[in-house]
């Protein structure tokens, strides 16, 4: 890990400051290198997820939010949205995109409008609201499964690309 490299203009105690708001955040601690493997990140997160149901067109999930993933205020962490919104878009948009095409992902939007707290049970609705030759347009829905109410809404973008033949 390279050493921090601090201006000389920066007051020592302004620097005390802001190193002890970014460790207290969790920006500070080392992960250890087991945890930094490829695709580690995604087998965690896929661990959360237990499919509900599958039609063309649309996917349905359902998960507890563990501790793991979740912030300094015991919310669902942010990325952790980003993550499940990506991996179930992916999921939903494979239902009407031939195998013969690679998805790449265009955008990914999240409008965060609810915590969910430790512990609760949220349900991802995707459903594909556009599909066509070269761009297909999935809508994400994070709800609370005891109240139904929407915590994050999202909607990816991903365009439609030919597998290369070499």
């Not at 601090?6 to 708001?21: I, L, N, Q, R």
């Not at 945890?35 to 237990?50: A, C, P, V």
């Not at 878009?89 to 969910?116: H, M, P, W």
């Amino acid at each position: 890990m390279a050493a921090t490299v601090v201006s000389k203009e920066v007051h020592p105690e302004t620097v005390a400051k802001v190193t002890g708001f970014i460790m207290n955040c969790g920006g500070g601690p080392i992960v250890p290198e087991k945890y930094q493997g490829e695709g580690f990140s995604s087998d965690l997160i896929r661990s959360l997820l237990k499919v509900q149901h599958i039609h063309r067109g649309r996917v349905t999930c359902i998960f507890t939010v563990k501790p793991y993933v979740c912030n300094a205020y015991n919310t669902f962490h942010g990325g952790a949205v980003g993550s499940i919104a990506e991996m179930v878009a992916i999921a939903c948009a494979r239902t009407v995109v031939n195998k013969d095409k690679e998805l790449f992902l265009g955008e990914l939007s999240v409008s965060y409008l609810a915590a969910a707290v430790s512990q609760a049970e949220v349900i991802v609705d995707a459903s594909v609201v556009r599909s066509g030759r070269n761009l297909t347009v999935v809508a994400i829905e994070f709800k609370l499964k005891d109240s139904e109410r929407l915590n994050y809404l999202c909607r990816a973008t991903f365009y439609n690309m030919p597998v290369a033949s070499l």
